[in-house]
């Protein structure tokens, strides 16, 4: 298939693109590298500069590369920020994916595959987290991407589009062979944030809160290995039925607690990373984990890398030959 990737140039995408090369697609990436990298693309995919916000350019791009299906990653990311700035977030992610959406009706494209995010839950009422659990997202980058998913069933029944949403967990790792990894140019994960600490660009790390309800006290989350996500999506791709929306949550369906990814983090890294305690922040949940089992039973998605020592390995190995991102 010829597929439209926006927001190709980012973490995820860099390596999406060249799991759907490899799977014999032709990818063109549609990104205005606001957050992206020119190098992250490389020669994977063709490359198109532009904004989710200009439908006229959108669909001659959809036109003139005779687009089957788009991929639509392109987003800010930043639940933090967009408690701040939540007209940044319903503009561009839920304005954005309209836009797009307007695009595809207007050039007949049918098929879409969707990035959205286990923040569309909000505070769980029970783990692991199933698709049909209820979704009150508790910022606007949850709900930004809520939004576009409430748009998906009128434009499946009015277009006969297929759409399929993926609900991702905490994305992490890097391609094995190292080619292209995460370089946020503000970093929010915890991973990347982690390893800042051997790298000599941070002191020490911040544990928010030690008195959660769970084994060692620090907050759970479930981590998925961003090749294992970019599989999930080829297969995804293979699954949008015309008229059809699916929901998928893609995670480990396991969690690791703060301090587990520290020590983690220590082992691989055979570095000491002091960690500091500090207060809980306002709107944590104790416990983020997905259910994958709809994803592994009605996709046939295994991941490959579920270990959390192999995630770390490969986050290491990559910021470590790559200490400024893209600029080194
Ligand atoms: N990283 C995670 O752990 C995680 C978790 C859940 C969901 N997601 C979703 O996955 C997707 C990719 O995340 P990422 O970590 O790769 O982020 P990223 O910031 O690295 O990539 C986003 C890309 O979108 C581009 N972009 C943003 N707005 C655009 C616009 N209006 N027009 C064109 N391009 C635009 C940026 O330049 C960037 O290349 C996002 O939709 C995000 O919400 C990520």
Redesign the pocket.
């Known amino acids: 298939m010829n597929v439209l990737v926006?927001?190709?140039?980012?973490?995820?995408?860099?390596h999406l693109i060249r799991v759907l090369a490899g799977a014999g697609h032709s990818c063109v990436v549609?990104?205005?590298?606001?957050?992206?990298?020119r190098e992250?693309v490389g020669d994977a995919a063709t490359f198109v500069r532009?904004?989710?916000?200009r439908t006229g350019h959108l669909a001659r791009v959809l036109r003139e590369h005779a687009i089957d299906a788009v991929i639509?990653?392109?987003?800010?990311?930043e639940a933090g920020e967009s408690v701040e700035q939540p007209l940044k977030y319903f503009g561009?992610?839920t304005l954005?994916g309209l836009s797009l959406l307007e695009a595809m009706a207007q050039t007949g494209v049918k098929r879409m595959v969707f990035?959205?995010?286990?923040?569309v839950y909000g505070q769980p009422e029970s783990v692991p987290i199933l698709e049909t659990a209820r979704t009150e997202p508790i910022n606007p980058?949850g709900a930004s991407?809520l939004c576009v998913e409430h748009m998906l069933p009128g434009f499946a029944t009015a277009n006969q589009m297929g759409f399929v949403s993926l609900?991702?967990?905490?994305?992490?790792g890097s391609h094995p062979t190292g080619e292209v990894g995460?370089?946020?140019k503000s970093e929010t994960?915890l991973i990347p944030l982690v390893l800042q600490v051997p790298l000599g660009q941070r002191a020490g790390i911040k544990i928010f809160g030690e008195d959660y309800d769970t084994p060692d006290g620090t907050c759970i989350r479930d981590y998925i290995h961003v090749m294992d996500l970019a599989a999930a999506h080829v297969l995804a791709l293979q699954a949008v039925e015309p008229g059809q929306v699916k929901v998928y949550n893609l995670g480990n369906g396991e969690g690791f607690s703060v301090k587990e990814i520290i020590q983690t983090c220590r082992e691989v890294t055979g570095h000491a990373i002091p960690a500091e305690l500090s207060p809980r922040r306002p709107g944590d949940p104790p416990r983020l984990v997905a259910s994958c089992e709809k994803a592994q039973r009605e996709l046939s998605w295994r991941p490959q890398y579920a270990d959390i020592r192999t995630i770390v390995q490969h986050a290491w190995n990559w910021h470590r030959e790559h200490p400024k991102g893209y600029s080194v």
């Open positions: 926006t927001g190709g140039a980012g973490y995820i995408g860099s549609y990104d205005n590298l606001i957050s992206g990298h992250a532009g904004d989710l916000l639509n990653m392109a987003s800010f990311i561009n992610n954005g990035s959205s995010t286990a923040a980058y991407k609900r991702y967990f905490n994305v992490a995460e370089a946020h994960h």
